[in-house]
Every structure is written in C-alpha cells, then in structure tokens.
C-alpha cells in the first residue's frame, strides 16, 4: 500500500491507541503485525528528521526547516499491509467505537 510519512506517523499513533482493547486474535494479530510495519518505516522517517533537527539547531520554527520537514512527511513508502476482511465486524463477538473503526480503516479490505 502506498502512503505519505505523514500517513505512517498518524497511523502509528493509532494502532498505538489500540494496544489494550480487547479485540479477537484475527484482529489483534493482523494489529501487532502493521505496528511492526510501521515502526520500521518510522525509523527511517525519524532519522531523517532527527537530522533535519540537527541541521537546523533544533530550531523547529525555521522556515527552512518547516519546509524540509514537510517534504519529508509527503514522501511516498510502499508498506505491505497486512489486510483483514471486513466480514470480521460482522460478527457481532466484540464492540468497536467508531474511532476505533477509523483507525484500523487502512487495514480493512472490502470483500
């Protein structure tokens, strides 16, 4: 799946949010696996950045910065999704909020 580093920071967060809820093992696996994904593709994206901090003197305001950062975060990576049916919520066995729905949204693949 292509996507922006912007969209592998906010997705991060997500699947983040989730780490507690009780969901069944289908969804929680596939879960686990696309955090993994992401947080190798987070590292790379965080060096990066780390550097652009570092050229900048930590100066998070800087014009330049600001664009540089910017750019990175619109840089498209191919990460390979680890997709789940949506047949999964149609079971009725578990409750999801519809915030909760949005975030694993990326991950679910319409049959």
Known sequence: MIMKNLDVV???NGLFELSNVPFPVQLTYAIKKNH????TEYGDYDDHRK???SKYNEDKTDPAFIKELN???AIE???DVHKIPETIF????????????EILEFMIEII
Do not use: C, H, M
């Open 10 to 12: 906010n997705y991060l």
């Open 36 to 39: 993994r994904k992401l947080v």
């Open 77 to 79: 990576v191919d990460i």
């Open 71 to 73: 750019e990175l975060l």
């Open 90 to 101: 149609e079971s009725g066995e578990f409750e999801i909020t519809p915030k909760q729905l």
């Open 51 to 53: 550097a652009l901090l």
